[in-house]
């Protein structure tokens, strides 16, 4: 009797222990949590490559919202032009909506994903205590690689104004950075 109840425990562990669908028990690992945890999640800060899938999402959702903008003036000023049927007016003002929303967050999405792939690579390459200048580097390469295809004198133009755009922005957010630097600069 002693034997048939030994073998129903010894059964029952291995009934409960596989799984059909994993094959994979839990007697193997048994102090393992069942949750999954993303690699960075224990730090205090996001690295540059996880950060830059919000802000192109971002960025791509205030393109739209101001080529949305700009279509509906555009629209409106085509319907009260012409004065149609109102099918007609209201076709056209989607359009002209559809059209210049998804134009302007293409334009905006392409800029931030060349910005933070340069920045990305640059990181790597440089580290991450030359952050003022990895950003200034990486807008000025994204102005020349955006206009790139329409000639010389536009790409000049574009990296330009990708060195402005990521100067000015450099200078707003690191402003206490760069003070203390000048001040470190001046006193030695």
């Known amino acids: 009797m002693a034997d048939i109840k030994d073998d129903n425990k010894d059964n029952k562990k291995n009934v409960l222990?596989?799984?059909?669908?994993?094959?994979?028990?839990?007697?193997?690992?048994?102090?393992?949590?069942?949750?999954?945890?993303?690699?960075?999640?224990?730090?205090?800060?996001?690295?540059r490559f996880e950060m830059c899938f919000i802000e192109i999402g971002a960025w791509y959702t205030v393109g739209a919202s101001i080529g949305i903008v700009r279509g509906m003036h555009y629209g409106m000023k085509i319907v009260t032009r012409d004065n149609l049927t109102r099918t007609y007016n209201r076709t056209q003002l989607i359009n002209s909506v559809l059209k210049h929303g998804n134009d302007m967050s293409n334009k905006f999405g392409t800029i931030l994903v060349y910005y933070s792939i340069f920045g990305t690579i640059l990181e790597n390459i440089r580290g991450n205590e030359e952050e003022i200048s990895n950003n200034i580097i990486a807008g000025t390469s994204t102005g020349f690689l955006y206009k790139s295809t329409s000639g010389l004198r536009n790409c000049g133009i574009g990296g330009l104004i990708g060195f402005s755009l990521t100067m000015m922005y450099s200078l707003i957010s690191?402003?206490?950075?760069?003070?203390?630097?000048?001040?470190?600069f001046v006193i030695h």
């Not at 994993?22 to 690295?47: C, M, T, V, W």
């Not at 760069?178 to 470190?184: D, G, L, R, Y």
Request: glycine share 10%; no cysteine.
């Open 17 to 47: 222990a596989t799984s059909l669908h994993l094959n994979h028990g839990p007697q193997i690992q048994p102090y393992q949590p069942e949750y999954i945890f993303l690699d960075g999640a224990g730090s205090k800060q996001r690295g």
């Open 174 to 184: 690191s402003r206490v950075t760069i003070i203390e630097n000048i001040k470190k």
